[in-house]
């Protein structure tokens, strides 16, 4: 069965540390792991996009990892700012034996910046 | 551009009711994506087109609910009795290498 697991769960941090959120994944077969921001009352906001064959991708002070054969994935955030305070949503897709993208979402990290 | 654009953005309706939700996708994109979120199971995918032509809607939960494409700019989510249970977030989004999502319609069925 395809999942998506996410931890922790939430995270609270000080403003200007950095964290590293988690997505363990098992969906086969695999075509791209998507990581999106969603503030509160608003739809997610896509932050990344990783394919099988990348596994580094920066976007500011974004950095998301993908090891494709441990089936795992990390959000690196440097120098937190109150406005990072989030969900993070990690969302995996992967194709069914029809060849239509089935996608897989994780529950999310609720993250907390604290000044 | 606009973004995606939803309407409504909050409905308040009575169980038994029918509820249509509308969504108009980011000009040129061509997959649009109907998603609902809950605090209890988070965030769903209920069905997503490509050119206007339903893909997947095994996430769509029972025969109440249908969701048609007449058109690339033009979306409806529609929910027929409309139930308690069903009260949630629904996004509408739309790609075309990027997802964007709209800002919601939050839906409270009394």
């Known amino acids: 069965k395809n999942q998506v697991e996410q931890s922790p769960q939430s995270l609270i941090i000080l403003e200007g540390k950095n964290c590293t959120l988690q997505?363990?994944?098992?969906?086969?077969?695999?075509?791209?792991l998507r990581w999106y921001k969603q503030d509160t009352g608003r739809g997610p906001v896509s932050l990344t996009i990783m394919t099988f064959s990348e596994n580094t991708k920066s976007n500011g002070r974004y950095t998301a990892t993908l090891d494709a054969d441990t089936k795992q994935s990390s959000l690196h955030i440097t120098a937190s700012q109150l406005s990072d305070s989030a969900s993070y949503i990690c969302?995996?897709?992967?194709?069914?034996?029809?060849?239509?993208?089935?996608?897989?979402f994780g529950t999310g990290t609720r993250l907390t910046i604290i000044p | 551009d606009a973004g995606v654009i939803q309407s409504p953005r909050h409905e308040v309706t009575e169980m038994g009711q029918e509820v249509t939700l509308r969504c108009k996708p980011i000009?040129?994109?061509?997959?649009l994506f109907w998603y609902r979120q809950t605090m209890m199971r988070g965030l769903e995918l209920l069905i997503y087109f490509n050119n206007n032509v339903p893909i997947d809607d095994s996430g769509m939960p029972e025969d109440r609910f249908s969701a048609k494409m007449p058109n690339a700019s033009f979306s409806t989510l529609k929910i027929q009795p409309s139930e308690p249970r069903d009260s949630a977030v629904y996004f509408c989004?739309?790609?075309?290498?990027?997802?964007?999502f709209g800002p919601g319609t939050r839906l409270t069925v009394t």
């Open positions: 969302v995996v897709t992967g194709l069914s034996n029809f060849g239509n993208e089935k996608l897989t």
């Open positions: 989004a739309s790609r075309g290498y990027e997802q964007y």
């Open positions: 000009s040129g994109h061509d997959y």
């Open positions: 997505c363990n994944y098992t969906v086969s077969p695999f075509s791209n």
